[in-house]
């Protein structure tokens, strides 16, 4: 990046590492918490039902039908929400998504049957959809592409953060928290509800939606920043949606949304599942203990996840450093399952998984936005979340039904074999001939 670069008024000059410094310090945070409250609310369920299943007699089977449910409308709802976004805004869309998930996740604590939380659930998918591909999108509005994989982790982060405190957070409340008559995994919903919805206030009046209209950059600031990311488009396509509307038959862009949807089986069985994976290393533990000791993978991801993607931006090259991230986590999974007797081991194979699982994000999301034109990032990147959300449906669901009422380890394999396989798609996925970046031809 260069260090000074004339902008559009004679005789100013633009610091371009000052530039990024500012984004890095204004839009980073606000996509770090929208997404680190959205992880913690969508994972909220597992550690709930620790609780849960008694209260509403919930079989495992039954909870992983459960968990999979919100991504029925959340899948169907993914690229209609990024075309919104794209129309009103990222202020209003973003505020607007986060305020009525915090509402419904809240109100999750007072279902009283199973009937009701398939409802609660089901309206949670439809009240986040659009959040992850939001974010995506609006990285592309504010980094370029030789920065946006430690961007994209810079937010992504959140997630492994998110797993973290939620872990700690929800074990306590579970065996601390039974204020009003109401028990521990209902104030798990209530008060992991609450946050979002002040943050999504805040988003309302806080964020900008592209570099022209942020307050805290000079207007020599925001037009060279949108010149540099506008220089790696053909802009004269940007506002024309049935141009991107292009991206949902691209064959790149399908084959790519399929390895992420491999990646999501193994993704979300870990974190719909590593409470009662935790609990059957050790059934001794306590819910504080299991949150406690399951907190211990997600800081292995979050440090992983933030070497790599610098790594991957030094590189250039994404395809082997995503494929790398999976065998990690595919090795991990093998671990648990062989070592499932052996606490300590165990453990080692969930910190190798959640390794893997983390650190692909950055790699593969800035693989997947170097395939698409300008005018197709909002419909493209929403569609590769979408597909990828179905491995979140299959996922759960099918370790639900195989896992047996004492052993839910075991049914681990599902998504080993998923991870595996996807290692095998990105083989066959090659950079375009001179190049740098893995923009991608499948062959």
Request: glycine share 8%.
């Amino acid at each position: 990046m260069s260090t000074s670069t004339p902008s559009a008024r004679p005789g100013a000059s633009v610091s371009g590492p000052a530039v990024l410094r500012k984004v890095q310090r204004y839009v980073l945070p606000v996509a770090f918490l929208l997404y680190m409250f959205n992880y913690m609310d969508r994972a909220a369920i597992g550690y709930a039902q620790l609780q849960m299943s008694t209260d509403l007699g919930i079989s495992l089977a039954t909870y992983g039908t459960v968990a999979a449910i919100f991504f029925v409308a959340y899948t169907v709802l993914e690229v209609p929400s990024n075309i919104v976004m794209k129309k009103v805004g990222a202020r209003l869309w973003l505020a607007r998504i986060a305020i009525t998930w915090g509402i419904i996740t809240m109100l999750t604590g007072f279902v009283q049957n199973t009937t009701q939380l398939y409802v609660a659930r089901i309206a949670l998918g439809v009240a986040e959809a659009g959040l992850f591909p939001g974010l995506l999108l609006y990285m592309t509005y504010w980094f370029r592409t030789q920065d946006r994989s430690r961007g994209i982790a810079g937010f992504s982060l959140a997630q492994p953060v998110a797993l973290l405190i939620g872990s700690i957070s929800a074990g306590y409340i579970l065996d601390h928290a039974d204020w009003f008559g109401l028990n521990g995994w209902q104030w798990v919903f209530i008060l992991q509800g609450a946050p979002p919805v002040l943050l999504g206030v805040w988003v309302l009046f806080y964020l900008a939606d592209r570099p022209s209209k942020a307050r805290w950059l000079s207007k020599d600031e925001s037009d060279w920043l949108e010149g540099e990311i506008n220089k790696e488009y053909d802009v004269a396509d940007d506002e024309h949606m049935e141009i991107s509307l292009d991206a949902v038959k691209n064959p790149k862009i399908l084959y790519l949304a399929f390895i992420n949807l491999l990646y999501a089986v193994g993704l979300y069985g870990m974190t719909f599942f590593l409470p009662q994976i935790v609990a059957q290393l050790n059934p001794g533990y306590s819910s504080t203990n299991i949150g406690l000791v399951g907190a211990i993978p997600y800081v292995c991801g979050a440090i992983a996840m933030l070497l790599v993607a610098r790594y991957s931006d030094l590189l250039g090259n994404r395809k082997p450093i995503v494929m790398c991230t999976l065998a990690v986590a595919v090795v991990g999974l093998v671990v648990t399952m062989v070592f499932k007797e052996t606490p300590a081991l165990g453990m080692i194979g969930l910190c190798l998984l959640a390794i893997g699982v983390f650190s692909y994000l950055g790699p593969f999301w800035a693989l997947a936005s170097e395939a698409l034109t300008r005018s197709q990032t909002a419909v493209g990147l929403a569609t590769i979340n979408a597909i990828a959300a179905a491995g979140g449906f299959f996922g759960p669901f099918v370790i639900g039904k195989t896992a047996a009422a004492d052993d839910v380890i075991f049914s681990m394999i599902f998504p080993a074999v998923c991870m595996f396989v996807a290692i095998v798609l990105l083989a066959f996925v090659k950079p375009v001939q001179g190049t740098p970046a893995a923009v991608t031809e499948t062959v």
